[in-house]
């Protein structure tokens, strides 16, 4: 079964292009899926087959159809998902804090992962899962899945460009200071551990822009924007400036008042990939912030 990525009509931009020069330059097609289409798909101008070395002509429509994917091998798992948005092209769902994003070793089953491929299946689609920004297992928030190639490579190049835009909430321990400030430091993982990471010369750049939002009884409530998407980031940068956050133990944080890192994505933006349309999604903080937010004396 064939399933639609792409269609466009040609404009006079686009007349005396080859089909292919159009794909690529204006449609962010990778090589890689034209090649996929090339080959396991359909191409076709006007209602007619087409080859991509072809040349335009103003108000030609093309359709770039490939093969449906195989599921990968995710076993499905029905589970509630808290959808914000869905389209052809991908889903906004907000992950509760306590559940993996996919499978793992450690966790081989009961994953978002598994949860989607359910839904998919039961609307008869065949898909593989593609989480565009991955979330800790006890971090709450926002999270996009490409449901097609072509949207992953989209997203994928949105984050490169610094143009899909996180915002998050944390509660940190301590009074952090200054009220706002940018934490650009290098993070790798630490000496003899798989899972810990750790400023260091020879990490990979990183940058966490935060803003202090309140302080009170010594917890402060903390605005994080990323510019980059390091393994454990946030968590890390702000341990490293003396602010862990309040429940994460893996990097100095006390478990006192939460169970959990309290670590929340509560606002994504971007331009969406084949529109262009300027989108954005705020999620509330979950009751368990809430609740140390009155701590705070922030409720």
């Known amino acids: 079964m064939l399933e639609e990525l792409i269609r ?43 080859f991509v070395n072809e040349r335009l002509r103003a108000d030609d429509e093309i359709v770039v159809m490939v093969e449906q994917e195989e599921t990968e091998a995710v076993p499905p798992e029905e589970m509630p998902l808290a959808i914000r948005y869905e ?27 598994n949860g989607v491929i359910a839904y998919w299946q039961k609307r008869g689609e065949q898909r593989k899962f593609r989480a565009v920004n991955r979330l800790d297992k006890d971090t709450s928030g926002l999270l996009i899945v490409a ?19 996180r915002i998050y909430r944390a509660i940190a321990e301590g009074n952090v200071e200054p009220d ?4 650009d430091a290098p993070i790798g993982l ?28 010594g917890l402060s409530f903390v605005e994080l924007r990323l510019e980059t998407g390091r393994t454990h980031q946030i968590r890390v940068h702000m341990s490293s400036q003396g602010y862990p956050l309040a429940g994460d133990d893996l990097y100095g944080g006390q478990r006192t008042w939460i169970g959990r890192q309290a670590l929340h994505a509560s606002r994504l933006s971007f331009a969406h990939p084949r529109s262009g349309t300027q989108m954005e999604w705020e999620e509330p903080l979950p009751e368990d912030m809430q609740q140390l937010l009155e701590r705070i004396g922030q409720s």
């Open 180 to 183: 706002a400030g940018t934490i």
């Open 8 to 50: 466009f009509t040609a404009d006079e931009e686009d007349a005396g292009q080859t089909v292919r020069e159009v794909l690529q330059k204006r449609y962010g097609v990778s090589r890689r899926l034209l090649v996929r289409a090339k080959f396991k798909g359909l191409i076709t101008r006007n209602g007619e087959h087409v």
């Open 190 to 217: 630490a000496e003899h551990s798989f899972i810990t990471r750790q400023i260091r010369a020879d990490g990979q750049p990183a940058v966490t822009h935060f803003r202090v939002l309140a302080r009170g009884n």
């Open 147 to 165: 449901k097609n190639q072509w949207a992953h490579e989209q997203f994928s190049r949105m984050q490169q460009e610094r143009s899909l835009h």
């Open 87 to 113: 389209d052809d092209d991908f889903m906004v769902i907000a992950k509760p804090a306590g559940l993996v994003v996919h499978p793992t070793g450690n966790h081989p089953g009961g994953t978002l992962a």
